[in-house]
């Protein structure tokens, strides 16, 4: 058995620095072609595509996973006018709403055959919705005071409305198919037509500020781009080779247009650096883009056909010393991961500590990393590999945000476990993979495995063999809790482990991997689970009721689903930290139960019969 001491093996990160601007192809987990996307802050994002796709991202683009959508219709345009209310439009008038931050997402649309066109809100109670029919004509702009609970038509054209722009709280603009624009300077009550580019597709329209603004469109016999200083009331006009999509400006000077070919095929990308009097090609990987969002200029994303997701990033690097006890570590390595709480995290590199404990990690685009450092066990025994925070385990770790170009100057202090009294009780067991998570679908090597008594802290560490089993051997009489650390997947409960002084015996303890989580393969109890220091809960399996106990835990939302994705149950749970949850009516089968508030969930799962 092994006591936690610490013993100062630390890496210092001398610098994380910023330099070249550049396009990066992101890793998508669809090949569903995309349509737009949208980023509430610097981490968080969602984009829609074909089928009811929606995909969200907690660290910046470095990874991405899909948010039930409730409908296999059409996605497009996403509208968030607060950083807890969106609104994302799709085919057949669907209209989907979310109140807290995109976690979930209920339909709220007038249904029937209608296409979708410009979608807009001023604030999270009024917006601006355009309607048409199914040849993309013969539409209307609707008007909700009340967040979607009820719309009244504001205009009707025989034309289609393509998009909808404000400029302020009462001015705003909508682009129509026959080149005409609507304006309305009292919150959508009337509005005014000009007819301002003739026998031109208009597709958008957008305002840097009050008085400068931009179109585009065209034709089959190419593209125009318009530009207004008088707030919409002359528009002088730029050619361009192909057909005008979207217009999106970053700064007053810096902004881009999607270009699309007579058959509404991604043609190219256009610049813009010197306020739209001029546009020039942009080379971007991938397939090209259907939708594109800034968050500044420094930091941009795509996202079009075939699933592709780009982004418009600096390049970062990291580097370091290692050290134990002021001396630079000799050998041993580094491992950098991105950061995700509830999706395996990927392993962006693995290298070795150089000469006099230097590592360096280079290229880096903008995201959120874990840094997790093992010093080599033969020269330093005891060392157990620890995250940046002075931490064994992922999710206590201290994250590193490269969104920010400042110097950071990091400290890890090793976690080494030394010798306390040997008992003679053993524990063996599995680790394995139910989906293909870590590998195929199988035994899962190198996964650390702890063994902590609770309490005293003293604890022993572990990795899994070839077979996917680990053990501890002479083990003292106590209670102990087991724990696996895969980064990005959380436990959905500790397996606690009692032994008197005559326990001999072997208690074998095994853990299955899929995508939602590592879970206890025998969690079967009619006592309490512990899920997490401030979660329990009982009976599991669970015949009619399931009782949640929070200690000192406030969550906003309960949510239960099935294996398939498919939401079952659904409450809001604020300010209760005692709950009896009637599962009576739902099939005898495995379900997730998530608990949420707005920093954190926790998920686990509970057998019906």
């Known amino acids: 058995m092994k006591k936690i001491n610490i013993l100062m093996i630390s890496f210092l990160l001398i610098s994380i620095s910023s330099f070249s601007q550049k396009w990066v192809q992101q890793n998508s987990p669809t090949g569903i072609n995309l349509n737009d996307i949208h980023f509430i802050n610097q981490h968080v994002g969602f984009c829609t595509g074909s089928l009811g796709l929606i995909l969200t991202t907690q660290n910046g683009g470095l990874s991405w996973q899909g948010v039930n959508s409730g409908t296999y219709n059409e996605l497009g345009q996403i509208v968030f006018p607060n950083d807890s209310v969106g609104y994302i439009s799709g085919d057949k008038a669907t209209l989907l709403k979310s109140t807290n931050r995109g976690k979930t997402w209920t339909g709220i649309g007038l249904g029937g055959s209608r296409k979708t066109g410009g979608l807009y809100f001023i604030n999270e109670n009024l917006g601006f919705w355009a309607l048409g029919d199914a040849t993309y004509s013969n539409s209307s702009i609707l008007r909700t005071l009340n967040g979607g609970t009820g719309w009244d038509t504001v205009y009707s054209t025989t034309k289609w409305i393509t998009r909808i722009n404000f400029t302020n709280d009462t001015t705003g603009y909508a682009t129509l198919s026959d080149g005409s624009i609507l304006k309305t300077t009292n919150q959508g009550s009337s509005w005014t037509l000009s007819n301002v580019a003739p026998n031109y597709y208009l597709s958008d329209i957008t305002f840097t500020d009050a008085q400068t603004g931009f179109m585009g469109g065209g034709s089959f016999y190419g593209g125009l781009m318009l530009k207004t200083t008088d707030g919409g009331t002359s528009w002088d006009s730029i050619k361009t080779t192909n057909p005008v999509g979207r217009i999106l400006f970053v700064t007053p000077d810096k902004g881009y247009a999607i270009c699309f070919d007579v058959n509404g095929y991604y043609a190219e990308l256009l610049k813009t650096t010197d306020g739209g009097n001029s546009w020039n090609p942009e080379a971007i990987p991938g397939n090209g883009v259907q939708g594109l969002y800034f968050f500044d200029e420094f930091l941009g994303y795509g996202v079009g056909r075939g699933g592709d997701i780009i982004k418009w990033s600096g390049t970062y690097v990291i580097q370091g010393v290692a050290l134990a006890n002021a001396s630079p570590v000799s050998s041993g390595y580094v491992k950098l991961f991105e950061y995700s709480r509830f999706k395996k995290s990927t392993l962006i590199d693995s290298i070795p500590i150089g000469a006099n404990g230097t590592f360096r990690f280079d290229e880096l685009i903008s995201g959120i990393y874990n840094i997790y450092v093992v010093a080599d066990p033969v020269l330093y025994p005891g060392a157990t590999g620890t995250y940046y925070g002075n931490q064994d385990y992922w999710n206590n770790a201290t994250t590193l945000d490269l969104f920010v170009q400042d110097t950071l100057n990091l400290l890890v202090n090793v976690i080494i476990y030394t010798d306390v009294p040997n008992g003679v009780a053993f524990i063996t067991g599995t680790v394995k993979s139910m989906d293909g998570t870590r590998t195929t679908t199988g035994p899962i090597k190198d996964v650390d495995v702890t063994l902590k008594k609770v309490p005293g802290g003293e604890a022993k560490k572990a990795e899994t063999d070839e077979l996917g089993n680990y053990s501890f051997d002479s083990i003292t009489a ?44 025998d969690f079967s109890s009619t006592k309490e689970i512990v899920v997490a220091n401030h979660i329990r809960f009982y009976p599991n399996p669970v015949i ?64 019906k019969k």
């Open 544 to 607: 009619d009721f399931v009782k949640i106990i929070l200690n000192n835990a406030i969550y906003s939302e309960l949510q239960i689903t099935d294996l398939t994705g498919r939401v079952v149950m659904h409450q809001n749970i604020e300010g209760q930290n005692q709950l009896t949850i009637d599962l009576s009516t739902l099939k005898d089968q495995i379900y997730l139960l998530t608990l949420r508030n707005e920093k954190e969930q926790y998920s686990f799962r509970i057998l």
């Open 478 to 521: 106590g209670t102990y809790w087991v724990k696996i650390d895969i980064p990005g997947l959380p436990m959905d409960s500790f397996k606690r482990v009692e032994f008197t002084v005559a326990d001999t015996v072997v208690k074998g303890i095994d853990f299955g991997i899929d995508s939602t989580g590592i879970h206890l393969l």
